[in-house]
């Protein structure tokens, strides 16, 4: 049987992102898929926020996704890929939505916020403007992720010397040491069409608390992608009504020019979970490295965790 160095299982961004940092290292590599429509990275928003993304108690969650954006540029630019460089409004709709956004940075008011992106609703109160902030279009980064390998000379299902376990919420069924680490956290997310008439859809990438719900609205050229609800529900691959109800109410609070736009899809995708939200991005045993566990910042992390297994690969303890 033929073989390989690294054999990648999951074709995801982040499979992909290792198996393209594992050939550009030198290696011979092959990838395997088992090509589900519900994979996170195939429905995702493409924030690169490694600030307004944050939940309390996710700091080393944080101190990776810092490091990761600062590869970001040069990681997009090697594949060709383009980035929205607008920056983030972190918005608030209550003062106690205001107040869980200062970590984010300094509070503008409601008309600075405003002069920044107009189209904002009477609702929103103020917020904060990442500038550093970016994001991807997941689609246009799944597909250039995959030509880079292609001309890199990646594999297809070809066994590894050493196995890459980059599955998302699907890893835990691949090895003993993640059964009861990984698990699936359903989210439902909209994707909205710009109608002629409509109005143009936000320059920046809007995260906003309504009364204490978490929505996100990011722009695409073609419109902007809603998100995303979030449930333990194992993998239910049902989009519920209350789902599309309480996205598409606390999006059309924050950008009320939304509701001219068509709904062009409502799709469920499967973060994969860990107990403390951190990557688990390990050797499990000789000959077997995990790159999953990325719960909401698998985008963010690709570039670095795929430079932290190829460290691993070449004898590293990272």
């Known amino acids: 049987m033929s073989s390989v160095q690294v054999a990648v299982r999951g074709g995801g961004v982040i499979g992909l992102s290792v198996a393209l940092a ?10 395997s898929d088992h090509g589900s429509p519900h994979a996170g990275s195939r429905v995702a928003g493409g924030m690169l926020a490694p600030l307004t993304e944050a939940w309390p108690g996710e700091e080393a969650v944080v101190a990776q996704g810092v490091e990761a954006l600062a590869m970001w540029p040069a990681f997009a630019e090697s594949i060709g890929v383009p980035l929205f460089t607008a920056g983030t409004l972190a918005v608030g709709t209550q003062p106690g939505d ?21 189209s904002l609703g009477p609702a929103v109160r103020g917020g904060v403007f990442a500038a550093g902030d970016l994001a991807v279009d997941n689609r246009e980064l799944l597909s250039a992720l995959w030509k880079a390998c292609v001309e890199a ?48 859809p936000p320059r920046h990438t809007i995260r906003a ?13 073609d419109g902007l992608v ?18 599309v109800r309480d996205l598409l109410r606390d999006a059309e609070t924050v950008l009320p020019g939304i509701a001219e736009y068509a709904l062009a899809e409502a799709a469920v995708g499967f973060r994969a979970g860990s107990p403390d939200n951190v990557p688990v991005v390990r050797r499990l045993e000789p000959g077997v490295i995990a790159a999953t566990g990325h719960h909401r910042n698998g985008l963010l992390l690709a570039p670095h965790t795929a430079r932290v297994v190829v460290e691993l690969l070449q004898g590293g303890s990272s």
Not at 24 to 30: D, F, I, K, N
Request: some cysteine; aromatic content about 4%; hydrophobic content about 40%.
């Open 22 to 31: 594992c050939l550009r290292a030198g290696y011979s590599v092959s990838v």
């Open 153 to 200: 000379g990646v594999r297809s299902d070809v066994d590894g010397r050493v196995e890459v376990i980059a599955a998302g919420a699907w890893s835990g069924a691949l090895h003993p040491a993640l059964k009861d680490v990984i698990r699936p956290v359903k989210g439902e997310i909209l994707r909205l069409t710009h109608r002629p008439g409509a109005l143009p």
């Open 98 to 118: 205001l107040a869980d956004l200062r970590h984010a940075g300094e509070l503008l008011t409601s008309r600075e916020i405003r002069a920044l992106e107009p």
């Open 209 to 221: 608390l309504v009364s204490g719900r978490p929505v996100y609205l990011v722009p695409r050229t």
């Open 226 to 243: 809603v998100g995303a609800t979030q449930y333990e529900a194992g993998f239910d691959t049902d989009v519920s009504v209350a789902g």
